[in-house]
């Protein structure tokens, strides 16, 4: 009979019968503690990529309150997609509608977000999504706080009230300030006349201001004519250089003059990288998330961010008195992109161009597809000199 096995006829059989070969208790105990070292350097692992995958999703998530939605949620920007994907009525709302042309921004923005978002489970999606909104959230406090106290310097400079409007105070902006109240009066007022200032201030029915008013600050020179209200509207320099506070550098805002002649400030910014003295030198916004040309979503921002900084409000919300800034923000982002017609999608084309040069300059290498590669001299040369080539083929 085996060893292993139990002789029940004797009492000493009724001990198991180890068939174990002794090694030494060293031995044994390095090879544990190898196994558990095995184990953490997994974990770290783990961590390491698990906080990778945090910051890359966080860095990322930076771009989207500046250029794609300012106040929906993502999530009802996927869900308004997976809609339109499910159902085949075509029957969609206004804010459907929105809501729609925000996902087809944000894929724009973070083009390997839709296909993402089809290879992960809903757990792993939240997780995603939340770390995307941290990003968010994070870039918008960082631009509400740098435009804090750079428009109470710009509007000193403009307007010299007195007192001068301090950067870390805004208990004395709005419309308790000259200053202030005259570039957030809306536009068909005369903030000089005393009875529209006295009735916005008291906040009287006949003078509610609201986002159904564009504010003056929107306007070239300050200034709107009532008898053609588009003429100079986005056009004012205290937005211009809002934008460029935001997504060049507050140092290049102060260069809002021209044309944009000569002005290249990525290219700027990359050879100031490069700089022999190897100092550190901060990547621009616009560097980073690769915007070459102004958006109608980075302008309707700035217009938020612009306002905010111009208000006695001091933290960041969707409701100033009547003001609603969600709906203004839809408002800006609406005379871009829901023009009545081809006259005016033409005006669109040509501010926008506009905004581009003031902020980017005059040149035009992201325009340079290959389509319109194709129909220039060297392309056509090398089509012209392959059909010689083919006709000599042929005549051989």
């Not at 310097?153 to 010299?160: A, G, P």
């Not at 588009?230 to 934008?243: D, Y």
Request: proline share 4%.
């Amino acid at each position: 009979m085996s060893a292993s096995r139990h002789d029940s006829g004797n009492p000493q059989s009724q001990d198991v019968v180890s068939l174990s070969l002794q090694t030494s208790p060293d031995a044994r105990a390095k090879r544990k503690i190898a196994t558990l070292l095995e184990d953490i350097e997994i974990l770290k692992q783990d961590k390491a990529t698990k906080n990778r995958k945090t910051t890359y999703y966080v860095s990322q998530g930076r771009a989207i309150r500046r250029m794609v939605i300012l106040y929906n949620p993502i999530e009802d920007l996927v869900k308004e997609n997976d809609r339109r994907c499910e159902e085949t009525n075509d029957d969609s709302t206004v804010d459907q509608d929105r809501l729609q042309r925000g996902y087809i921004e944000l894929s724009k923005v973070l083009p390997w977000l839709h296909e993402k978002l089809a290879k992960i489970d809903n757990e792993e999606s939240e997780d995603m999504i939340k770390k995307l909104k941290r990003g968010a959230d994070s870039a918008r406090g960082d631009d509400t706080g740098t435009l804090k106290d750079l428009v109470a310097t710009w509007v000193n400079v403009e307007y010299s009230p007195i007192p001068l409007i301090m950067p870390g105070d805004k208990h004395h902006r709005g419309f308790v300030s000259n200053a202030c109240g005259k570039l957030l009066c809306p536009a068909e007022w005369h903030w000089e006349d005393a009875l529209v200032k006295a009735g916005i201030r008291d906040r009287t029915t006949a003078f509610i201001v609201s986002e159904n008013s564009w504010p003056s600050f929107m306007y070239e020179n300050y200034t709107a004519d009532t008898k053609n209200l588009e003429r100079g509207l986005m056009k004012s320099k205290l937005l211009l250089m809002g934008f460029k506070a935001i997504f060049t550098s507050p140092s290049s805002a102060n260069e809002v003059d021209g044309e944009g002649d000569g002005a290249d400030i990525l290219e700027n910014n990359r050879r100031a990288q490069r700089r022999s003295d190897h100092a550190k030198v901060k990547t621009c916004v616009a560097s980073i998330i690769g915007m070459r040309k102004v958006t109608p979503r980075t302008i309707a921002y700035t217009a938020c961010q612009i306002r905010f900084a111009l208000s006695s409000i001091t933290s960041w919300r969707a409701v100033d008195g009547d003001f609603d800034y969600h709906l203004f923000w839809n408002n800006v982002v609406d005379f871009f992109e829901d023009a009545p017609g081809p006259a005016a999608q033409a005006r669109v084309r040509e501010l926008l161009e506009w905004w581009t040069r003031k902020v980017f300059g005059r040149n035009h290498r992201q325009d340079l597809t290959p389509d319109v590669i194709s129909q220039m001299s060297v392309s056509a040369l090398a089509v012209q000199r392959q059909q010689m080539e083919d006709a000599a083929f042929d005549s051989d």
